[in-house]
């Protein structure tokens, strides 16, 4: 069964991704961001910015402190310190109106089931300040645009899972915000439910918007997010892109030749080709570490072939945000 | 403000959807208050009593209450039969056999006593908390606080060197005919019972209205459960008025509650609460106070079914205690007084007094103020509690 992608595809505008300004003030910026729960510190001096149309992942483990740092990014939850800016606004317990400008999507279903899918949309429009027909072409925009127009004044406990989702992410979408801020949207979200989420996050943010995206899931992360920013325990051990983070740890690639002939000449040939840090041959094949694989690929293979050795097939891993996790924390990002 | 009418909105709709909150809030009373209205004969109506007198002093003061005050109160448009018993056993049978609803023993020296500024003791005999001792108190006790203050006024006679007796008795004479300490009509409306259909229609009325505000009242709760909370939070406006929607839709849910019961049983169950501007006053108030109760029951509570349970737990309680299974005046007096503390036996006496005619809304403004005044503190408790939740999350 083929999932509607949260935005429909004829409005999802064009992928080219368009870098900011970087003169343009960040849509979010938050520093010294500190929470803790009795005696647990569930979040230490955390800060952040995100520019116009960049997506930032918080990636972290379960508990890492990902919900509690949006919560307070979103004013839900009191700060113990920091300060939160929202495109050059101090949000602040009484600014309320600065809440204007986010979009909140929260990790569990936030819509009432008694209520249809246009009830619950025109409700949170009101509380964002909208209303009459403005809202109702809003309204209407959202419904088409989470491809729910059809079944607008059904109530929502009629629907699926992942009509549910949508909806909760177009609540979020209503209002036009600056800023959308997404808690582990696609948490218990079936595959193809899940690719539509991550198609919308994509679109959205070829259009404009600021996103948070908070994840403890690696591969989204990759996919989605500009810059990430890796939390454990409360506090950020780590951003940047996904390139400057795995340069960081410094892991290199690793290409897996299986391959038969003389081995043991070829991996003398690879060694004296720049970027490989070690070549070594096994049963069946030679492992190669090597920075860049994807460009050093072609001299790879002609460095095999070289001495007659028949290669049969190719395999590059190349070092993940998981990887990076492990290196940092020393534990995985499931655990 | 604007936010709050937004969110009461919503929390109504979702109500009046819900069969559950309808069947509890208007299909339940409606029916009980209708069944009992037909199984259960008419105690009520106009009150007539017998009491019988031991009249041991013989004195001018004893003579006052008994030729005056009692007397008053005998005849076509009076309030009670007056019969006189020799001694007090035979008033104890009398009261016993039915034949007089009360007694009134009045001792040997009584008036020496009243006289002397010393302590005189009249004695009543009735059955517990009926109506009739009930009203033969609230003559006694009238008279009494007259002879009181006229002791007070001899006593400084006295010091003066007046001649105490003959003042005495002049002054007691005097304020009891011109300052009429007891009048039938202050009597019949403060002892008037509503018929039996407007008793039980305002009594279930008022121990349901409490599933009514519940559903306002635990709105918060409900809302952190389905997880809705966060948005609300995240949304630009003061937390404040999450919880005043809750507020006002439990006022809302309430007032609805009510007046469709008002409305249906006057129309099919031949109720008659009273004046509709003094009824509507009353009913606003009795709605506040359960509306606050519930809020403060919530504010208490970790999860809605909790606070559900818990509100429905206070509302039944509160509810036998103040006179909704049995009439206040059918209880031990002690209950009476303990009864006090409930808003249903304030309402119901309310509904009582407005039977009566020509009552209005200054008849029952003790009511109205302390239902009032009962809503306010402990559903300003009952929000301050709640925002303590909203802040700790």
Redesign the interface.
Known sequence: MAVAPVLTPARIPDPQHVPAPETALPVLACSGLRKRFGARQAVDDVGFTIAPGETYGLLGPNGAGKTTTI?MV?????RDAGEVRIQGRELTPVT?????A?G?V?Q????????SAR?NLV??G????MGGGELRRRVDEVLAVIDLAERARERTSNFSGGMKRRLNIG?GLLHRPSLLVLDEPTVGVDPQSRNAILESVEALSAQGMGILYTTHYMEEAERLCDRVGIIDEGKIIAEGTRRELVALVGQLDRVTLAAVGDLAATVRELQQLAGVQSATAHEGGIDILVSEARNQLPALLAAATRDGVTVKSVEVVEPDLEAVFLHLTGKALRD | MR?AV??AW?IL??RL??RSAIIFAVVTPLGLALAFAAIIPDFTGSFHTTITVVDNDRGEVAGILVDHVLADLTGPDGILDLTESPDAASARQAVIDGDAGAAILIPAGFTPSVQAGSTAELTILAGGGTVDGEVTRSIVTDFANAIGTIQLMVATVDASGGAADARTVAAAQAATEAASPVSVDDLVAEHRQAGISTFYAAAMAIMFVFFATQYGALAVLAERQ???L?????????AASILLGGALAALALGLVSMLVLQAATTAIGGADWGPPLPVLVLIVAAVVAAAGISILLAGFARTAEEAGTINAIVALILSAIGGVYIPLSQMPEALSRVAQVTPHAWFLRAIDTLSAPGAGIAQILPSILVLGTMGAVTGAIGLVRAQRVL?A?
């Open positions: 919560s979103c004013g839900i939850l009191a309320t109106v600065v809440k204007g986010i909140y929260p569990d279903l936030a819509i009432y089931p008694d209520l009830e409700f949170f009101r509380l964002y300040g609540i | 936010a937004v969110i919503r709709r979702q959807r819900d389905e997880g809705t966060s948005r609300l939070l995240a949304a630009p406006i003061p802040v999350r």
